[in-house]
């Protein structure tokens, strides 16, 4: 695979400074799965390019602990030795670090000044094809050239293969064109020759920081970049919007910023954590569970109420446990403080004794970022396992989104909403589950009513019979 970078600037020979590679030597370097080779096949006063070329070890391949099994020799006949893919990201990393980072010892002004930068790619394989090539490098800001190869030149009738040559081209920093390749290479072909888990959520946060949550394709990106991973891609997505401000309001997996519900009803979350509030201490409870907390922002709430004596907050983010961590300021609290609140890391799809006990449990906003097919899990979760006396949940009604005229008919309010209901279909969901575990439940409407649609959020209050 060949990555080949051109430089316009005057004078073009200063792309070796901003490598950190010398123009006139050929080198090598040693990777784990093969060798890295950087040589410049051209270098003059108006045009240098630098080459990048990957050989890879088909053979350490094979004895890898990972291989691909979508068929009994898929060891053995693949494309990974020879197309660009996650291979070129973690090369990129290791051979071009220092200009990945954009830092440049004898150019420092250069590193951070647009330069006309070309970058070719050979070859690329592209699941979705040229469409998704445009759509991921266009928003950018990216000129992009497309070359598409057949199956077999012999035999036209056999159509295209999935494998192109890709030039792009722009006025940018050659920092911010790695970046891009690091985070866009791998996602065309959606795989990966290593393991993907929490930790690449914030690879992709720190790559994709200034940009990737204004893309248009970034669900898609992200997606692809953590290989459909559910769990990973909701944790990711959330983190992204909220970290960058560009599609979370606030700490409670509330509406996009882009979605009318927020100018329509700028106070709709204060209101919901209110009434959220109000219905926990009117019950009387003490010891209370905020599943899925978020930031932080109904434990703040709940810290400044002493009624409640022991207050633990559960996410599966372990980002957002740090924030709410600091945004609670729990280092500064005094112990007597400090012994009232904490925060713990889970999943609400798996049994956790250490939910177990409590008076009360909020579900502010969460289940609809659920699959509805591990709803299931998350009913025996909380409902037959934790049993709270009181457990007081909130989603959005679904029919108040007819209100908001800008947005689309169809679309969920966020773009992680796996599902919205209806207030008929929210009822029949939550009279079912409590007659199977043992609760009485009503129903509430939180925020400005409308005639025909009712309130923007429908609330649930459970109490165990």
Same mark, same amino acid.
């Given at each position: 695979m060949l990555l080949t970078i051109t430089s316009t600037h005057s004078p073009a020979s200063d792309l070796g400074y901003l490598l950190h590679k010398h123009t006139d030597r050929f080198q090598s370097f040693d990777l784990s799965f093969g060798k890295a080779h950087v040589y410049y096949p051209e270098v003059c006063a108006d045009r240098c390019s630098a080459c990048l070329l990957l050989d890879v070890d088909a053979v350490g391949m094979v004895r890898g602990k990972n291989p691909d099994q979508n068929f009994l020799l898929a060891q053995y006949v693949n494309d990974r030795p020879y197309v660009a893919s996650s291979f070129l990201s973690v090369a990129i990393s290791q051979v071009f670090g220092s200009a990945l980072q954009g830092r440049c010892k004898d150019r420092p002004e250069l590193a951070n000044t647009p330069i006309p930068l070309t970058a070719n790619l050979d070859v690329l394989s592209v699941r979705g094809g040229e469409r998704v090539l445009r759509s991921m490098f266009e928003p950018l800001g990216y000129d992009v050239e497309i070359v598409r190869y057949p199956l077999d030149e012999r035999y036209p009738d056999w159509g295209d293969s999935? !494998?192109?040559?890709?030039? $792009?081209?722009?006025?940018?920093?050659?920092?911010?064109?790695?970046?891009?390749? !690091? =985070?866009? $290479?791998?996602?065309f072909d959606a795989r990966k020759h290593y393991y993907v888990g929490e930790q690449e959520i914030q690879n992709l946060l720190r790559k994709g920081e200034g940009w990737l949550a204004q893309h248009p394709e970034k669900d898609e990106i992200v997606r692809r970049y953590l290989r459909y991973q559910q769990s990973l891609y909701r944790s990711a997505i959330y983190q992204l919007l909220r970290d960058e401000g560009g599609g979370i309001k606030d700490e409670t997996n509330?509406?996009?910023?882009?979605?009318?519900?927020? =100018?329509?009803t700028p106070r709709l979350n204060d209101q919901r954590l209110m009434a959220v509030v109000d219905v926990l201490k009117s019950g009387g409870a003490m010891r209370v569970l905020d599943l899925g907390c978020g930031e932080g922002k109904l434990l703040r709430r709940l810290m400044k109420d002493k009624q409640f004596t022991e207050i633990v907050g559960l996410d599966v983010s =372990?980002?957002?446990?740090?924030?709410?961590?600091?945004?609670?300021?729990?280092?500064?609290?005094?112990?007597?403080?400090?012994r009232r609140i904490q925060l713990i890391h889970g999943s609400l799809m798996y049994r956790d004794k250490r939910l177990e006990g409590y008076d009360a449990a909020s579900v502010v906003e969460v289940i609809e970022h659920l699959d509805p097919p591990r709803l299931k899990a998350f009913e025996r979760v909380l409902f037959e396992f934790a049993k709270p006396r009181t457990?007081?949940?909130?989603?959005?009604?679904?029919? !108040?989104?007819?209100?908001?005229?800008?947005?689309?008919?169809?679309? @969920? /309010?966020?773009?992680?909403?796996?599902?919205?209901?209806?207030?008929?279909? @929210?009822?029949?969901?939550?009279?079912?589950?409590?007659?199977?575990?043992? !609760?009485?439940? /009503?129903?509430?409407?939180?925020?400005?009513?409308h005639a025909d649609h009712g309130t923007p959020t429908q609330m649930a209050v459970f109490q165990k019979t």
């Open positions: 999935p !494998y192109f040559s890709v030039t $792009v081209r722009k006025m940018t920093t050659l920092s911010d064109l790695l970046t891009h390749l !690091y =985070v866009l $290479v791998p996602v509330e509406e996009s910023v882009d979605s009318p519900a927020v =100018v329509a =372990v980002r957002c446990l740090e924030i709410a961590s600091a945004r609670l300021k729990l280092e500064q609290l005094s112990d007597s403080q400090a457990i007081v949940l909130t989603t959005p009604n679904e029919e !108040y989104n007819a209100v908001w005229e800008t947005l689309p008919a169809g679309e @969920f /309010r966020h773009a992680d909403h796996r599902f919205e209901w209806t207030r008929e279909q @929210f009822q029949t969901w939550a009279n079912a589950i409590a007659t199977r575990f043992g !609760y009485t439940v /009503r129903f509430e409407g939180i925020g400005t009513e």
